[in-house]
């Protein structure tokens, strides 16, 4: 496995990673000064790994558009999936790829996870929810059943989005935040019940 990111995001893939006996060749950074990452070596050039066969990449940046901004960088590569073992994962959960489950986390029955997605520790996704590309949940937030996040979506720590509910295109749900109604795109929604505090620039 190849990380492109060379961040704390990844530090915990790392750690993902050695879990799952998944040998790791490298990582990808564009800040030059980076060489190394828990004694994993940083290079700075794609062309670094051209020798490595059957390999496969996992974008190891937090940050939802440059993660998407990174995919489309790396083009027409093969990307892996990453799941702790301690996650629950029900059978029938359909994850795309590039996806990361980290730590503790629970996704619970018929929902669909996109491409590139970040479930981080301890989150739980309940049945029947669908989560669209580039989405990132923070640690500990909560997805009750049927909920739907549309692409970019970020759901901050510890927050519970109502069943039924739907978030659209690149908005923001705050950290503890209680979501009870449709949220619409490219806003941040926050406290409890959340209330509109922005508007995105797009």
Same mark, same amino acid.
């Given at each position: 496995?190849? *990380?492109?990111?060379?961040?704390?995001?990844?530090?915990?893939?790392?750690?993902?990673?050695? =879990?799952?006996?998944?040998?790791? =060749?490298?990582?990808?950074?564009?800040?030059? &000064?980076?060489?190394?990452?828990? =004694?994993?070596?940083?290079?700075?050039?794609?062309?670094?790994?051209?020798?490595?066969?059957?390999?496969?990449?996992?974008?190891?940046?937090?940050?939802?558009?440059?993660?998407?901004?990174?995919?489309?960088?790396?083009?027409? $590569?093969?990307?892996?999936?990453?799941?702790?073992?301690?996650?629950?994962?029900?059978?029938?959960?359909?994850?795309?790829?590039? $996806? $990361?489950?980290?730590?503790?986390?629970?996704?619970?029955?018929?929902?669909?996870?996109?491409?590139?997605?970040?479930?981080?520790?301890?989150?739980? $996704?309940? +049945? =029947?929810? *669908?989560?669209? %590309?580039?989405? +990132?949940?923070?640690?500990?937030?909560?997805?009750?059943?049927?909920?739907?996040?549309?692409?970019?979506?970020?759901?901050? !720590?510890?927050?519970?989005?109502? &069943? /039924?509910?739907?978030?659209?295109?690149?908005?923001?749900?705050?950290? /503890? !935040?209680?979501?009870?109604?449709?949220?619409?795109?490219?806003?941040?929604? !926050?406290?409890?019940?959340?209330?509109?505090?922005?508007?995105? %620039?797009?």
């Amino acid at each position: 496995m190849i *990380l492109y990111g060379a961040s704390g995001h990844a530090k915990v893939i790392i750690d993902i990673l050695i =879990d799952n006996k998944i040998n790791i =060749d490298g990582l990808i950074d564009d800040n030059n &000064q980076i060489e190394e990452l828990l =004694d994993y070596p940083v290079y700075h050039c794609l062309t670094k790994f051209n020798s490595v066969k059957n390999k496969s990449y996992i974008v190891s940046i937090g940050n939802n558009r440059i993660r998407k901004e990174i995919v489309a960088k790396l083009g027409d $590569v093969k990307f892996g999936t990453v799941v702790h073992s301690s996650v629950i994962l029900s059978p029938f959960v359909s994850l795309g790829v590039g $996806v $990361v489950v980290m730590h503790g986390s629970i996704i619970n029955s018929s929902s669909k996870i996109g491409n590139h997605v970040i479930i981080n520790s301890r989150a739980v $996704v309940e +049945h =029947d929810c *669908l989560v669209g %590309d580039y989405v +990132h949940i923070s640690p500990g937030a909560i997805l009750c059943g049927n909920v739907k996040l549309e692409e970019g979506v970020w759901v901050g !720590a510890g927050a519970t989005i109502k &069943q /039924g509910v739907t978030i659209g295109k690149w908005s923001v749900i705050g950290a /503890g !935040a209680v979501v009870i109604s449709d949220v619409p795109s490219n806003v941040v929604v !926050a406290g409890v019940p959340s209330k509109l505090i922005k508007v995105h %620039d797009v």
